[in-house]
Each structure stands twice: as structure tokens, then as C-alpha cells.
T-cell receptor
Framework: SQTIHQWPATLVQPVGSPLSLECTVE??????LYWYRQAAGRGLQLLFY??????ISSEVPQNLSASRPQDRQFILSSKKLLLSDSGFYLC?????????????FGNGTRLTVT | GESVGLHLPTLSVQEGDNSIINCAYS??????FIWYKQESGKGPQFIID?????DKRQGQRVTVLLNKTVKHLSLQIAATQPGDSAVYFC????????????FGAGTQVVVTP
């Protein structure tokens, strides 16, 4: 089964500072990878997804970017954080491509921008 | 726009009773649905999924029912336990097979002794 590792678990950053959140996946190869954001007490919003190395699709315009340098590594970045970037960031993985399978989530990074 | 939503934001259930969590969806193109459980400070945990060619699927103590006629999805938990206290999300794929899910707002389930 897939295991998704995310770090750090919590992060407090000042406005205008850079961001780098990392996610790695074990137990599968060539997964689809996703970054979701969850506001307090709300559902999940898809930010980025990737179907392969170097392939990134953005779902919403924002201050963030994503990269996939290796098959099972997914990185979420920002050059200058905004207060509105605060939230709970979740990395997820699913099997292969072009058929439905459940997403498996990591335990998230809680980002507070001050 | 089309969306996934939940009827009840909070559900209080007595330990040992059965729980029913409801979800409405409006995108008729959706053909894959998933229920997730999220405990405080953790990522969502997969519970059960169902495809549109089925109307019922059972797992361990859980049953998902899909009514395509009225675009309604439900999760039934049998003999609810304290460990079932969590937020439950339904998600639909909007007809997309690449795993891009749209999530509802969630239902908080509170199990009382």
C-alpha cells in the first residue's frame, strides 16, 4: 500500500518569506500526485496535480508553484508568502493514470503565515 | 456551478447506534465517489468508494449507497464506536478519471457514550 510522507508537520513563516514543502511517496511507482489545501473547518481544494516527472497542472491561480523532480517526490513552493497562504496542505497520491482509484493522503503540513 | 455538498454539518450519535451521513451531488457526469474520514490534525483516510455502475457497496462496518436518480450518496456506519468520531467527507470525480476529486464541506460526527 502507498505511504505518503510530508514534512514539516507544522511551519510558521513571516509574510514575504519563501516556502518549500516536500512530499515523498512509498509503495507505488509512477503515481499521480496532488497538492490540496484545506482551510480551517472546510473541505479540500485541489491546487496542483502531476501525472509524471516534470508535468504539473495548476487548478487555481495563486501565489504557489509545484515541481516534481523525481517520480515519487512532489514539492510545493512559494517565493513570497502571503497571509492568505495559511492553511493545511495535504499531499496525495493515486495509482497510475486514466482510471479511477482512491487518493491516499499524507498527514499534512499546517502552515501559518504571520 | 456544480458542487458536492452535505446535508448535516454535525451529527451526534450514541455509541452502539448506527450512523448515516448524507451527501448530495449535482454533477451528473460524476461516475466515481469516495468517502473519507479525517481525524483532527491528520490527513483524510480512505473509507470506501463506489462507481456509478453500482448502487451499494459494503465494507467492514460501513456501507455506501448511491442513488443516481436523485444524485444522493450516503455512508452508513454500523455500531458506531468512539473511534468513529471524526469529520467525514464525500468526494466526486466530476467525470474525470485522473483522480481530481471535488470534496464536500464535511460532516462532523460526534459519538457520545
Amino acid at each position: 500500500s502507498q505511504t505518503i510522507h510530508q514534512w514539516p508537520a507544522t511551519l510558521v513563516q513571516p509574510v514575504g518569506s519563501p516556502l518549500s514543502l516536500e512530499c515523498t511517496v512509498e509503495g507505488t511507482s509512477n503515481p499521480n500526485l496532488y497538492w490540496y489545501r484545506q482551510a480551517a473547518g472546510r473541505g479540500l481544494q485541489l491546487l496542483f496535480y502531476s501525472v509524471g516527472i516534470g508535468q504539473i497542472s495548476s487548478e487555481v491561480p495563486q501565489n504557489l508553484s509545484a515541481s516534481r523532480p523525481q517520480d515519487r517526490q512532489f514539492i510545493l513552493s512559494s517565493k513570497k508568502l502571503l497571509l492568505s497562504d495559511s492553511g493545511f496542505y495535504l499531499c496525495a497520491s493515486s495509482q497510475g493514470a486514466n482510471y479511477n482509484s482512491p487518493l491516499h493522503f499524507g498527514n499534512g503540513t499546517r502552515l501559518t503565515v504571520t | 456551478g456544480e458542487s458536492v455538498g452535505l446535508h448535516l454539518p454535525t451529527l451526534s450519535v450514541q455509541e452502539g447506534d448506527n450512523s448515516i451521513i448524507n451527501c448530495a451531488y449535482s454533477n451528473s457526469a460524476s461516475d466515481y465517489f469516495i468517502w473519507y474520514k479525517q481525524e483532527s490534525g491528520k490527513g483524510p483516510q480512505f473509507i470506501i468508494d463506489i462507481r456509478s455502475n453500482m448502487d451499494k457497496r459494503q465494507g467492514q462496518r460501513v456501507t455506501v449507497l448511491l442513488n443516481k436518480t436523485v444524485k444522493h450518496l450516503s455512508l452508513q456506519i454500523a455500531a458506531t464506536q468512539p473511534g468513529d468520531s471524526a469529520v467525514y467527507f464525500c468526494a466526486e470525480n466530476n467525470g474525470d478519471s485522473w483522480g481530481k476529486l471535488q470534496f464536500g464541506a464535511g460532516t462532523q460526527v460526534v459519538v457520545t457514550p
